[in-house]
């Protein structure tokens, strides 16, 4: 097949959706069919910001959240052109759409369109604050998630509750296929722990905690700054390594302060995703601490998937997806979200006993390569896309 993976928002990017989509075109090429891309990116620059960002930050400063939506409706004029453009040259099989936006653009196309859902477009807007719970501009936004998933010939989500809740909504069933990382890429590197301290300016002697998460609010960052006192308490040398920019990196740093712990908490900022296995690799144990936020929780994380798979411990919040990955004291340790005091005897855990830790790394590594593969998941879609065809 000749297969054209699609998105409204940039490519590449640091964040999931991206490391998403390149991990499914290696996978599908290695199937032996031929995969492009397409994103709002390939808009000419002088576009991007005169026609799609400009007018969305006055019209933001008129009315809450209608700037967003003017922009996302951009998005989708510029992509059904770039879509239409590309297609022109003939030959494409199927369209994989990865966003709402990006699957009513593809719609106006002669291509047959599948879609993938990585969250909830409406509900993370308004978690983020990018549009009031109940406006006209969510009420936008809803009418605009319903007709992509309703229009389309087959969906596919992230995890269950997208399933279920897209279902309940719309009375679409769709199909559901967990995320999934390069198991080539994403191996265990343990033993050059030293030498990529060294390079990443880190102490031997340190004991690191990772957190490889944009820094916004639903990705729970602030949780391990507020455990950190009292895991130094009993591990002086222990650190949290923020691998991430967002909106919340000023509200942590303040946080930082006022509890003493400044000198123990680093943030490296945006870290390219191919230097991302050095950091799974000099650290001690990975966190990704989700919490609930406007509705919205963690899908099958990328970033929880490649920690497993670098070989290092996992602990992460019992939320969404998270509870699906995770067998908890097997593969991983699982905390309540948002209990600082259960967040902070885990990492304890983990560094009174690293015996333990290692044997939930071996199993978690195992059941990575077992299940959630790039090559298993790239069979999965492959099928998908023949029962979109066969419509």
Known sequence: MKILLATAYDYPHLGGLSVHMTTLKAGLESRGHTVDIVSF????????????????????????????????NRRKDELESLIKEKISGGGYDIINAQDAFTTLAALESDVPVASTVHGYLTFEGISKGTVMEGSTEADKLKEAEWKSYKSTREVITVDTRIKDYI??????????????????????????????????????DDMIFFVPRRLTKKNGVIYPILSLPAVLEKFPKARVVFAGTGEMMETMKAKAAELGVADRVTMVGAVDHADMIQY????????????????????????????????????????????????DGVDGLLVEEQNVEALSEAMIRLLNDPTFGQQLA?????????????FAAAEKYEKIYEKALGK
């Not at 195992?366 to 593969?373: G, H, L, M, R, T």
């Open 41 to 72: 990116s390939d808009v000419p620059k002088w576009k991007q910001d005169g026609v799609v960002r400009g007018p969305a930050f006055v019209l933001n400063k008129m009315k809450k959240g209608s700037g967003y939506v003017w922009t996302l």
């Open 167 to 204: 279902e309940k909504e719309t009375g679409v069933v769709g199909n559901m296929i967990k995320n999934f990382i390069d198991v080539e890429s994403f191996k265990p590197e343990i033993s050059r722990r030293d030498e990529f301290r060294e390079k990443y300016g880190f102490e031997k």
């Open 280 to 327: 799974y690799a000099l650290s001690n144990v990975a966190l990704v601490p989700s919490i609930y936020s406007a509705g919205v929780e963690e899908a099958t994380s990328i970033s929880a998937l490649e920690a497993m798979g670098s070989g290092v411990p996992l602990i992460a919040c019992a939320v969404g997806g998270l509870k699906e990955i995770i067998e």
């Open 362 to 374: 071996d199993t978690a590594r195992a059941k990575i390569v077992a299940e959630y593969s790039h």
